[in-house]
């Protein structure tokens, strides 16, 4: 294979499969670290196919030179260097999207920090209330969403036959946000990831 070729292939292959490596990262670590490293990563996809797409015309360039400019029509692996420089723009717009639309996503985890059971707890923030189901000693629960209005938290349970709430954290619809509540009897300790 002709060095043009091979560098119009790595052009496209390389920073796609950068790209997807890094959002799979995010993906699953939600870092913000990963988040700016994958809009770099990006970025970059999209310039390295305008080199690819010149090496692309040095490869037909030098074919032509040699006088077998139609042996190169004929393989399939010619079609297959655009298009895969030509993906690389909108693999790179599906991932931004997604990642824009995740990272407005308010995720809350609730743990129970004590030795008896929260039987009623309910959670409202913005325009949303959840109506939480019993959670045992150093069981979990988690809840998602993506809140339409401005606002604060309200976590309210049931502590030794008395009612208990306190107020946290603030949503803003499209910014999302991480916390971590652990019910620990009278009080709450909350941390944002």
Same mark, same amino acid.
């Given at each position: ?7 119009? *292939?790595?052009?496209? &292959? ?33 310039? &390295? ?9 040095? *490869?037909?360039?030098?074919?032509? $030179?040699?006088? #077998? $400019? ?8 010619? *079609? ?46 913005? @325009? ?9 000693? #150093? ?6 969403? *993506? ?9 309210? /349970? $049931?502590?030794? @036959? ?16 991480? /916390?971590?509540?652990?019910? $620990?009897? #009278? ?7």
């Amino acid at each position: 294979m002709n060095l043009s070729k091979r560098i119009a *292939y790595a052009c496209a &292959l390389v920073p796609m499969l950068l790209s997807i490596a890094v959002f799979l990262v995010w993906l699953t670590s939600r870092s913000q670290m990963f988040l700016a490293i994958g809009l770099v990563t990006i970025l970059i996809a999209n310039l &390295l196919p305008l080199l690819g797409g010149m090496a692309l015309v040095n *490869y037909v360039r030098l074919a032509r $030179q040699r006088g #077998d $400019q139609k042996s190169i029509w004929r393989q399939w692996s010619f *079609y297959l260097v655009p298009i895969l420089l030509l993906a690389n723009t909108p693999l790179g717009l599906a991932m931004v999207s997604f990642a824009m639309h995740r990272n407005a996503e308010i995720l809350v985890t609730i743990t129970n920090r004590m030795a008896h059971p929260v039987d009623d707890h309910s959670l409202t923030g913005g @325009d949303v209330k959840f109506e939480l189901p019993p959670l045992g000693p #150093d069981e979990s629960v988690t809840r998602s969403f *993506y809140p339409e209005a401005d606002g604060s938290f309200e976590y309210r /349970w $049931q502590a030794r @036959d008395s009612e208990q709430s306190e107020t946290f954290g603030y949503i803003t619809p499209g910014l999302g946000g991480n /916390w971590k509540v652990d019910v $620990q009897g #009278d009080e709450i300790r909350v941390q944002e990831r």
